[in-house]
């Protein structure tokens, strides 16, 4: 079953009048409060103004019984509205789309109301979430939290499903293609994203997130895709092996193995065969990470340019945000934990291919753009890296998504910061690997 939205394509502003949440009548979930009408307005109409932190789209201020009315319509709508969908019946695209919807009326709250009713402390140790986001982190739980604990097919059809939701509708490129690359022990799926004026583009050979363990090319087109129209270069993305079907060395030994495919097939693919970046968001960080350090040492093409995407780093050791955000924002200590154990089956995590941080040294090392967020639990070894990266004499640039999450790049179809800074990321780094040679 096919599901078209009425509002029409894209994440535009108009779509999120906070209004919407509280005519839940369109969907059948509309409760009036006790005494009649909500006087939601100030006389017919309250202050309504721009909000920086949400991207310029407007939010209304709400005042006296206005304001609890408001909150009590915010918390009915969201309990109706994810006990419905958790327990209807599993018919995949109907099921996204009302996620999808929910969470996009979730951004659409006003702040004053998103900061009290999303259940989160909003700021810890100087950093302040996005109380939006703190909202849709509470509805992720609610509909998502039991694929934490589940078996490792049921962990991946839980990632693919709450990517579809939170990536919204694609951004459009010039052409997309699926085709295969050279692994380690065999070919692997890729998939090959070209700009819309492809011809001389540099080329970025991009690895998806999930711990080594889940994800593939469909969770991560959105992210590609972003990728490949506000850098303005060629993405090829790759399926690498996962665990624990493939532990340790499978992922690293398949990503250097497509990375030197992408370097002789470049030209084919229509891209600057003398621009060839690698990179990845987290456990494709690392990947992007391992793979730029081993074609330094074994004098193949190397990177014109790294991204690193809230990359994992350092496993040999802990640093505070691991247990500052072990719980709450996304991704879990317990998660980290899995993830590793399943990915590293006992091997020594001071090995330099397991934790890049642990390479003897960083010198040589193509430049870096590397990001963080603010709530991340892999903030700090990211930022460490980073730190390392210039010590060694590396150009690098760090920047950390105030008031983000893990996954942010991941979360553009539901939350316009989380768009707004990956439109920024995206744009950092073409220019970055534009200025290399």
Known sequence: MQVKEAEGEGFEPSRYRYLAVFKTAALGHYASPPGGACPLWRGRGGA????????????????GDAMACARSRARTAYRTYSQRVRFSVDTTAVEIA???????LLDAVPTSIASRIGGHDLDVAGQVLDPHLSLILALERRLHGAHREADVEERRAGMRKASAIAAGTPVKVGTTRDLEVDGSEGPLDARHYAPVEPDGKPLLVFFHGGGWVVGDLDTHDQVCRILTRYADLHVLSVAYRLAPEHPYPAPVDDAVASWEWAVKHAGELGADVDRIAVGGDSAGGNLAAVVAQVARDTATHAPVAQLLLYPGTDASRDRPSKNLFADGYFLTRKQMDWYWDTYSEGRDRTDPRLSPMCADTLEGLAPALVTTAAFDPLRDEGEAYAEALRDA?????LRRAPGLV??????TGVHRPSLDESLAVAGAFGALVRSAR
């Not at 004499?393 to 640039?397: E, L, S």
């Open 48 to 63: 309504t103004a721009p909000d920086g932190a949400s991207g310029g789209r407007p939010r209304t201020e709400l005042h």
């Open 98 to 104: 009302a996620q999808q919807r929910l969470a996009r």
């Open 393 to 397: 004499g590396v150009p690098t640039v």
């Open 406 to 411: 893990h996954g942010y790049f991941s979360m």
